[in-house]
């Protein structure tokens, strides 16, 4: 079977191949998995570069999440359950970019024949992301602020509709004018433009002000770091939270230890994986039971801007990292898809 590997940590279209492998086996308490289509996500081409959180034993082949069907269980009662049908795979360990699979019958969740193959391919990483932040762990009020940067990613735009179904207003920030174009169009009444590499800082925080107005800033996310994190930290109110998910600027925080001090604001770090860790089998089922209501009312959707076979994993690669592309770039393992 072909699944698409890399023996070493670097860029990804020099690094990934597509190698003929021996099909996987399933073990007990595991299920062999067809898989039909993953996403190209940002942590996917982290963890080629070396950069997760965690470094996988090489070669490996990358994948966090993906849609597929169950041929065979290793056994086990869960396992013999979820034959035949199509789940949601999310693989921490072999990664998802291959024909078949073989992972943990834990890491598989049925998913509702209502969503399409591009919605169950992408039902997990972004709209759990966006979902958690937002509802179970700043449990944003109605009529209060938010304020994201990265707003034009996926994660972002989702973040703009769950205020808008749930009645808390939005401050996005991006980096590019275009990226402000977008939102607007899906319905962002409040963006701000900002590139730390060359705006001044004053400016964005003058900018945040000016929009709040008397408002106190109690709620941020931020998957940037870097000089744009530290910046929102001179504008949050009074014990208010800032969640730190991602570091797309690679680089420290750097901020007066008294920015915290002064208003007993607080930093926080996300990782989904760990997240699921700690949430229950009810919880988890009923995570999946709201997310597949909110994907289905379009609060939760995901745009597809592309779709590659496997064999051009450079292309889709260089696709998912263009500047100015709108949507998730999806890899497709099997031919009729």
Not at 18 to 32: F, I, N, R, Y
Not at 273 to 290: G, N, W
Request: charged share 20%; aromatic share 6%.
């Amino acid at each position: 079977m072909r699944a698409i590997r890399f023996e070493q940590f670097g860029e990804p279209t020099d690094v990934l191949k597509v190698c003929e492998v021996e099909e996987p086996v399933a073990k007990v308490g595991e299920v062999l998995v067809r898989m039909q289509a993953s996403p190209v996500n940002p942590s996917d081409l982290l963890n080629i570069r070396g950069g997760y959180s965690t470094r996988p034993e090489l070669p490996a082949t990358p994948g966090f999440e993906g849609v597929g069907v169950v041929e065979t269980s290793g056994g086990g009662l869960r396992g013999a359950l979820l034959k035949g049908k199509r789940v949601i795979v999310l693989n921490r360990n072999t990664g998802n970019w291959a024909e078949k699979v073989a992972v943990s019958s834990q890491f598989v969740i049925p998913v509702s024949s209502k969503l399409s193959l591009e919605e169950s391919a992408t039902f997990f990483v972004n709209p759990a992301t966006a979902y958690i932040l937002v509802k179970q762990l700043l449990r944003v009020p109605k009529n209060q602020w938010l304020l994201q940067t990265a707003a034009a990613s996926a994660v972002g735009k989702m973040v703009i509709r769950l205020g808008d179904y749930y009645g808390f207003k939005t401050l996005n920030i991006v980096r590019r004018h275009d990226q402000a174009a977008q939102l607007r169009q899906i319905g962002a009444k409040y963006v701000i433009v900002y590139n730390s590499a060359h705006d001044n800082e004053r400016i964005l925080i003058d900018q945040i002000r000016k929009t709040l107005g008397h408002a106190s800033l109690q709620f941020a996310i931020d998957p940037i770091g870097g000089q744009t994190a530290s910046s929102i930290v001179k504008v949050l109110g009074e014990r208010a939270k800032l969640i730190l998910y991602g570091s797309l600027e690679n680089a420290p925080l750097d901020f007066l230890s008294r920015e915290l001090i002064r208003n007993g604001a607080s930093i926080e770090g996300f990782w989904l994986a760990r997240q699921m860790e700690a949430f229950s089998l009810p919880e988890k089922i009923k995570l999946v039971m709201t997310l597949t209501r909110l994907i289905r009312k379009g609060v939760l959707s995901t745009e597809i801007a592309a779709r590659f076979p496997m064999e051009q994993i450079a292309q889709a690669v260089i696709e998912a990292e263009r500047a100015g592309k709108s949507g998730k770039v999806l890899l497709t393992m099997q031919q009729e898809f």
